[in-house]
Nanobody
Framework: HVQLVESGGGSVQAGGSLRLHCATSGYTKCMAWFRQVTGREREAVASIAMDGSTSHIDSVKGRFTISRDSAKNRVYLQMNSLKPEDTAMYFC?????????????????WGQGTQVTVS
């Protein structure tokens, strides 16, 4: 498994932006961002495949964008037009899969998370 470290979370007002970073310890294939509110199930947000193809859940389409810089072993989540309902702990995850996936069971490596609070 690779080691994943998230950063970039914080507190912003509704309508604001944040850019989350995920640093990986090595080569990765499919990557994704998930989020979780205490007491609720972890929810997929976006995924990116080795070829750069992406998938985003409907509630963030047009606002969030996942991207990667494989040379730097980094994955990003640009979050614009943030809403209070986006408040959650955001996790970076890595999978052995090549194609995109929004299913948590497909991911073997997880970071510790970074908190995003929108008020």
């Amino acid at each position: 498994h690779v080691q994943l470290v998230e950063s970039g979370g914080g507190s912003v007002q509704a309508g604001g932006s944040l850019r989350l970073h995920c640093a990986t310890s090595g080569y990765t294939k499919c990557m994704a961002w998930f989020r979780q509110v205490t007491g609720r199930e972890r929810e997929a947000v976006a995924s990116i495949a080795m070829d750069g193809s992406t998938s985003h859940i409907d509630s963030v389409k047009g606002r969030f964008t996942i991207s990667r810089d494989s040379a730097k072993n980094r994955v990003y989540l640009q979050m614009n037009s943030l809403k209070p309902e986006d408040t959650a702990m955001y996790f970076c995850a890595a999978s052995h899969r090549v194609t995109v996936s929004l299913h948590a069971e497909h991911f073997e490596s997880w970071g510790q998370g970074t908190q995003v609070t929108v008020s």
